[in-house]
């Protein structure tokens, strides 16, 4: 069974730092990998997903994915109030059907 | 253009009743999942759907929990003898196509709490 972990936080940074959320997983063989953002009391969100080696940009946010050492990140740089949220990791499951989601990093950010 | 939508927003019920809960996809989405999300934790693969048939039910926790999607299009939730555990937010998603890289959209979610 496949198992994605991530540090349940909170996570607090100030506005216009960067933050840096972790995700590691179990499952060598994982592919790709998801980024959702979940504000309070709402669904999931894609943000980011990525399944090469390396980084991915886009905008303020940059996904880091190292194969060898199984964990996924995610930078955000300039972080914003409105930034704060849960920030969920997933993959795919074994049959490629669905996706296995970390139990989320709550960021939070001042102003 | 319309979203996932799922109906209704919030259900309570007692212990032992049965619920459905339904989901209407974005137009033309093939796939469909269902997840449960408790508080503090990530959705909770239950269901996929392709079509009308149910290609992974391999998440739903035991045979108190149905789905169905007769028409490829609408699905209905289906929880039988309701427990106090099975109080979550149940999430449902839907995707174009076949390939596991397209996104999946989520609907708002069904809140249901089991007194």
């Known amino acids: 069974q496949k198992e994605v972990e991530q540090n349940s936080g909170p996570l607090s940074v100030p506005e216009g730092a960067i933050a840096s959320l972790n995700c590691t997983y179990s499952?060598?063989?994982?592919?790709?990998f998801f980024w959702y953002r979940q504000y309070s009391g709402k669904s999931p969100e894609l943000i980011m997903f990525?399944?090469?080696?390396g980084d991915k940009e886009d905008g303020r946010f940059t996904a880091q994915l190292n194969k060898a050492s199984q964990y996924v990140s995610l930078l955000i740089r300039d972080s914003q109030p409105s930034d704060s949220a849960t920030y969920l990791c997933?993959?795919?499951?074994?049959?490629?059907?669905?996706?296995?989601f970390g139990k989320g990093t709550t960021l939070s950010v001042s102003s | 253009g319309a979203g996932v939508s799922q109906t209704p927003s919030n259900k309570v019920t007692e212990k032992g009743k049965y619920v459905e809960l339904r989901c209407d996809p974005i137009?033309?989405?093939?796939?469909l999942y269902w997840y449960r999300q408790s508080l503090g934790q990530g959705p909770e693969f239950l269901i996929y759907?392709?079509?009308?048939?149910?290609?992974?039910d391999s998440g739903l926790p035991n045979d108190r929990f149905f789905a169905v999607r007769p028409e490829g299009s609408v699905s209905t939730l289906k929880i039988q003898r309701t427990e106090r555990g099975d109080s979550a937010v149940y999430l449902c998603?839907?995707?174009?196509?076949?390939?596991?890289?397209?996104?999946?959209?989520f609907g708002p979610g069904t809140r249901l709490t089991v007194l």
């Open positions: 998603a839907s995707r174009s196509g076949t390939s596991g890289y397209n996104e999946q959209f």
């Open positions: 499952d060598r063989g994982s592919q790709s």
């Open positions: 990525i399944y090469s080696n």
């Open positions: 997933a993959v795919p499951n074994q049959a490629g059907t669905a996706l296995i």
């Open positions: 137009s033309g989405h093939t796939a």
């Open positions: 759907f392709q079509g009308t048939g149910a290609a992974d």
